[in-house]
T-cell receptor
Framework: ELKVEQNPLFLSMQEGKNYTIYCNYS?????LYWYRQDPGKSLESLFV?????AVKQEGRLMASLDTKARLSTLHITAAVHDLSATYFC???????????FGAGTILRVKS | DGGITQSPKYLFRKEGQNVTLSCEQN?????MYWYRQDPGQGLRLIYY???????QKGDIAEGYSVSREKKESFPLTVTSAQKNPTAFYLC????????????FGPGTRLTVL
C-alpha cells in the first residue's frame, strides 16, 4: 500500500523567509503533483512532476522530484502572506487513475 | 467558461437518508473522480471512472455508489450504509492524456444531523 508523508504538517513562517516542505512516498512512482487549497475551497493544481530530476518553478514556489529517493520538495522563497494555504502532494499510482494524497502542510506566513 | 460544477454547496442529511451529490464538467474530460476530505486530512479516493458506463472503486467505496451515464456527469450517492458521512466531498476530472492533471470542483460539504 502506497503511503505518502508530508512534513512538516504545520509551518508558521515570517514573511521574507525561505523554507521547504517535504513529501516522501513509499513505492515506485515517477509522477507527482502539488496542489494548493485555501480554507473552505477546492484544490488548485500547482505543479506536475513527471520524471526523475524534474524541477518546476512558479513565482516564489519551486518543486522538485527525486524518484530514486522517493522524495519531492516544495521550496518557498521569500514568503509572502498570500502564500498562506494548505499544500498537498499527491503521488500517481496508475497513470492518472489513482492519486494518493499526503495529509497536507498548513502554511501560515506572518507579516 | 469550462469547468467543473458541484451542487449543492452545502447539504444536510438526516441519519438513514440517502443523498446524491452532483458533479458536472464541460471540459470534455474522459475521467472523473470522487474524493472525500475530513478535517485536517488529505483526500481519499471514493470512486473513479475512466469512460462512460464504467467506474472503479477507490479506497473507501463502502457506503457510496456512483453512475456514469454521460461523459459530463458523475453523481455520487451517499447511502445510509455510510456510517460517518460528514465530510467535504470533492469531484475532479482529467483529460486522460500524457499529463493527467486532475482538476477539482468547488466541493460539497455534507453534514449529517
Amino acid at each position: 500500500e502506497l503511503k505518502v508523508e508530508q512534513n512538516p504538517l504545520f509551518l508558521s513562517m515570517q514573511e521574507g523567509k525561505n523554507y521547504t516542505i517535504y513529501c516522501n512516498y513509499s513505492t515506485t512512482s515517477d509522477r507527482l503533483y502539488w496542489y494548493r487549497q485555501d480554507p473552505g475551497k477546492s484544490l488548485e493544481s500547482l505543479f506536475v512532476l513527471l520524471s526523475n530530476g524534474a524541477v518546476k518553478q512558479e513565482g516564489r514556489l519551486m518543486a522538485s522530484l527525486d524518484t530514486k529517493a522517493r522524495l519531492s520538495t516544495l521550496h518557498i522563497t521569500a514568503a509572502v502572506h498570500d502564500l498562506s494555504a494548505t499544500y498537498f502532494c499527491a503521488v500517481d499510482m496508475e497513470y492518472g487513475n489513482k492519486l494518493v494524497f499526503g495529509a497536507g502542510t498548513i502554511l501560515r506566513v506572518k507579516s | 467558461d469550462g469547468g467543473i460544477t458541484q451542487s449543492p454547496k452545502y447539504l444536510f442529511r438526516k441519519e438513514g437518508q440517502n443523498v446524491t451529490l452532483s458533479c458536472e464538467q464541460n471540459l470534455n474530460h474522459d475521467a472523473m473522480y470522487w474524493y472525500r476530505q475530513d478535517p485536517g486530512q488529505g483526500l481519499r479516493l471514493i470512486y473513479y471512472s475512466q469512460i462512460v458506463n464504467d467506474f472503479q472503486k477507490g479506497d473507501i467505496a463502502e457506503g457510496y455508489s456512483v453512475s456514469r451515464e454521460k461523459k459530463e456527469s458523475f453523481p455520487l450517492t451517499v447511502t445510509s450504509a455510510q456510517k460517518n458521512p460528514t465530510a467535504f466531498y470533492l469531484c475532479a476530472s482529467s483529460p486522460r492524456g500524457p499529463v493527467d492533471t486532475q482538476y477539482f470542483g468547488p466541493g460539497t460539504r455534507l453534514t449529517v444531523l
